[in-house]
């Protein structure tokens, strides 16, 4: 079967990523109670990643509380679990075509924020096909959500996946805009729809776990020369972990390479004011008649 321009290849290569995915996050979500560690989570995720698939298409993200994503642990990260609300956000590539997904563990005894994010994506999948303007999906996704007594994150939104890039157009709001992009058969995106009980706006904060290669160049520095050829071999233009470098004094090449612009870091995002974050996401292909739902 073909969509549009994708060929049956890459469309199987997507599904193949989605199943894959799918298995993984639940069972990392099935692993997420009190006193359980960040770091045990992910790297069974990612361990299974390998095993099921080619690779992670980002680290696994493990977001808490008023966390919104880019949250993954440390190397020697021992923080556990507690009575908090947790968002799972997993990336899996085959052939570095990519399916994106998240869901959210609730701890914290709000199970109605949880709701609204799922009940948004449900809402913003059914409003997927040609010729649709992300816009309105947006105004789909932020009626659920307001009716909820919530409030969209309206800085962040859901995106384009392409082959080895997690994040490209076109862009799918979480609030209803005026002129979004209009969507065509074969395009695949991925849809997240986040719910907070602040305003709705995030900003970087200070820790920075996650980093992407933003140009190749020579390095002068032994230890920056090994953390790039790492980089461009394994992980490409897909956004990595300082925990997976296996170059010693890692940390130290990384401060050198994000200075010299080759590669960027991804701060971790947090609600501004809200206590609590929630997410659900699906990547999806755009059909003749709606969608296929690769992660489900």
Known sequence: MSVGPLDEATVEKYRQAG???RTVLDEAAEMIEPGVAHLDVAEHAETRIDELADGAAFPVNISVDEEASHSTPARDDETTFGEEMICLDV???????IADAATTVDLSDNPEMVEAAEEALDVAVDAVGPGVDTGTIGAEIEDVIR?????????LSGHGVEQWDAHTGPSVP???VDHG???RV???IAIEPFVTDGRGKVS?????EIYGLERERSVRNRQARQVLEQVTEEYRTLPF??????VPRAEMALRRLKQQDVIHGYPVLKEEEGRLVSQAEHTVIVTEDGCEITTA
Do not use: K, Q
């Not at 990336?91 to 075509?97: C, F, L, R, S, T």
């Not at 009716?147 to 800085?155: A, I, K, M, Q, S």
């Not at 972990?241 to 296996?246: F, N, P, V």
């Open 147 to 155: 009716g909820y007594g919530y409030t969209p994150v309206l800085n």
């Open 19 to 21: 199943e894959a995915l």
């Open 91 to 97: 990336g899996v590539h085959v052939d570095g075509y």
């Open 174 to 176: 979480n609030r209803g």
């Open 186 to 188: 074969g395009d695949v």
């Open 204 to 208: 970087e904060g200070s820790r920075e």
């Open 241 to 246: 972990a300082a925990r997976w470098l296996d």
């Open 181 to 183: 992009a209009e969507l």
